[in-house]
């Protein structure tokens, strides 16, 4: 082994003995825990204890090491990591904009800037798997160890909504929202090594413990042309802007005036983020800007000596590749299929409850990031995942089924409700009604003399005119149906509550 290669291998494992002392820095400063006080996402938390300890005697950067042994920690790592990844890679593509502007369906932006939609999502987007049009979306990814933002809260009035913001890893660090109670005005959005002061008029900050982040505006939209055009003058007020341009006055963007332009023709799946032939260049990048957190100092140690053995080693690097592929088909992709993950429900549903507050639970951060990634944290949203119906059987477009929710038996919030249907790569298909969800925002629903309500779930309209006010068209094909709980009450959140069955009618 050359003098370099020991070089590079030690210096890398240095990198991970200082990431981890970065993370204790997050939680020194009295403002940032109080920035941090949430019992849905405690992090940053600090080092496990002995971790000084523990992590010198690691791996041997003298000892050559097999490619077996390379393949094997690849392999782990190809899944833990592949949300991180992911995010990274729209970190990258977003820091290539240099306006905000819509291109075709897709919101574009610099970083640490949003763009917001004026209307549902189109049924053509392909970046993000699961949308739902039961809100108006909008998107900006941040870079805060490039600079502090200021994200703006305009008065909603009564109207539902939420922020999610979330780190590198997925997890939320924000709770913005009208189930907290926010108030209008400015939060400051830093990352986990700012040290600066926090201007005055800025009403709360929140510190991430990543310097890349995702926020995501969601605004209630009813399904009716007055408040579409109702909402418009609250979506104005939802900007975001470096610290550097905070003047203490509310800011609005005019989103009609912004430049529109065709778009790539899209194709049937999402937007491929994760690579494995380019991922472990990534990866020393993405394990620096997500310091290890309790319990994973010695698994960055033993990543980041296999990446630094397999600098000069090209046999150690292909190997890991091909790791890096075996494990993207057969523990990856499987998990795009809501059925092979999940809290098991009555009726073959499914759910998770640590949504956005993933810690050191790979499987779920993985699978979530793989078949729907950003998801709001489970007191703002439930989830509820359906492909099967009530025998088992694959939900497909050759058959008709129904959902039928009894009398004062729909989803209980405080927010709204949706059940959504997707295809078999988790998007819309147009349709001739142009209908991907029903629930709180549709006002021509009818019920059941016993008060219950049924949903239509098929690819023909039903010839009877209450069935077709009820009707939710399906997609060529296989397909998903997907519950949505916005600021559930506690039988949603407890479990007490979950979704009928699906029923093959024909």
């Known amino acids: 082994m050359s003098e370099k290669s020991g070089l590079d291998r030690r210096n890398l494992l240095l990198t991970g003995a200082t990431l981890a002392a970065a993370s204790t820095f997050v939680t020194s400063a009295p403002s940032v825990a109080r920035a941090q006080t949430s019992s849905l996402n405690p992090q940053p938390l600090p080092p496990s204890p002995g971790w000084a300890r523990a992590l010198p005697p690691g791996p041997d950067a003298r000892v050559k090491i097999t490619e077996a042994y390379a393949a094997h920690v690849a392999r782990d790592a190809f899944f833990w990591a592949w949300p991180l990844v992911n995010m990274y890679n729209r970190r990258l593509a977003f820091s290539k904009m240099t306006e905000n502007r819509y291109t075709g369906p897709l919101l574009e932006a610099p970083l640490n800037r949003l763009t917001m939609l004026m209307d549902y999502v189109d049924p053509e987007e392909r970046n993000v798997a699961c949308p739902n049009q039961d809100v108006v979306y909008g998107l900006g990814l941040l870079a805060l160890d490039v600079s502090p933002v200021v994200i703006q809260v305009p008065d909603f009035g009564d109207r539902f909504w939420v922020y999610q913001i979330v780190d590198l890893r997925t997890d939320s660090f924000v709770q913005l929202g009208r189930m907290y109670g926010t108030t209008p005005g400015f939060y400051l959005l830093a990352g986990p090594n700012w040290q600066g002061n926090v201007p005055k008029g800025i009403t709360r900050m929140f510190r991430a413990s990543t310097g890349t982040g995702l926020v995501a505006p969601r605004v209630f939209q009813d399904d009716t042309p007055d408040d579409k055009r109702a909402i418009q003058k609250v979506l104005t007020g939802i900007v975001m802007y470096p610290l550097a ?255 009928p069955a699906v029923q093959k009618t024909s």
Do not use: C
């Open 245 to 499: 341009e905070y003047d203490g006055r509310m800011k609005t963007m005019g989103w009609s005036t912004l430049p529109k332009v065709p778009g790539a023709p899209h194709g049937e799946e999402e937007t491929r983020w994760v690579f494995p032939e380019k991922f472990f260049d990534e990866l020393p990048a993405v394990l620096t800007d997500a310091p290890p957190l309790p319990g994973e100092e010695a698994r960055y140690a033993q990543v980041l000596a296999v990446l630094a053995a397999a600098q000069d080693q090209p046999n150690l690097k292909q190997a890991m590749i091909e790791a890096a592929r075996d494990a993207e088909e057969k523990l990856v992709n499987p998990l795009f299929q809501f059925r092979n993950y999940g809290q098991q429900l009555p009726h073959h549903w499914s759910t998770i409850s640590n949504e956005s507050a993933f810690g050191t639970d790979y499987f779920t951060r993985t699978a979530v990031a793989k078949s729907n990634i950003l998801v709001n944290s489970p007191n703002e949203t439930k989830y509820y995942y359906q492909d099967l119906d009530s025998s088992g059987a694959r939900l497909n477009s050759t058959n008709r089924y129904i959902v039928t929710f009894a009398k004062e038996g729909t989803p209980p919030v405080n927010g709204f409700w949706s059940l959504s249907i997707y295809n078999q790569h988790h998007f819309f298909v147009a349709n001739p009604i142009n209908r991907f969800s029903v629930g709180t925002k549709n006002k021509d629903l009818r019920l059941a003399a016993d008060g219950s309500l049924t949903i239509y779930v098929q690819p023909d309209a039903p010839a009877d005119p209450v069935q077709r006010a009820n009707w939710l068209p399906a997609p060529k094909g296989e397909f998903s149906l997907y519950v949505r709980a916005y600021w559930p009450k506690a039988p949603a959140v407890d479990g007490s509550w979950t979704p």
